[in-house]
């Protein structure tokens, strides 16, 4: 594993796994940034889908008008 920090990547310098790039190194002040949008945009969507939501309501059915007649077994004689 090596530091990239050379530059002729696009991007931040990065950590190299051969020679494909696995890491990035930024400032502790662009990973703050990004938690806080991180953060903003978790709480929209929780907001969004809580505004969203159905308005529960209640069926009530008679589920002996909709079962089918009972059949009752022939008599013996």
């Known amino acids: 594993m090596t530091a ?8 931040p310098p ?5 020679g494909k790039k696995v890491a990035a190194l930024v400032s502790i002040e662009v990973l703050r ?3 806080e949008w991180e953060e903003r ?6 907001e969004e889908r809580t505004l969203n ?4 309501f209640e069926i009530n059915l008679d ?3 909709l079962a089918p007649p009972r059949r009752t077994p022939p008599q013996s004689a």
Not at 41 to 46: G, P, V
């Open 4 to 11: 990239a920090g050379t530059g002729t990547s696009r991007g």
């Open 14 to 18: 990065g950590i190299t796994r051969r």
């Open 33 to 35: 940034r990004y938690q």
């Open 41 to 46: 945009e978790i709480n929209r969507i929780i």
């Open 53 to 56: 939501r159905p308005v529960p």
């Open 63 to 65: 589920l002996e008008k």
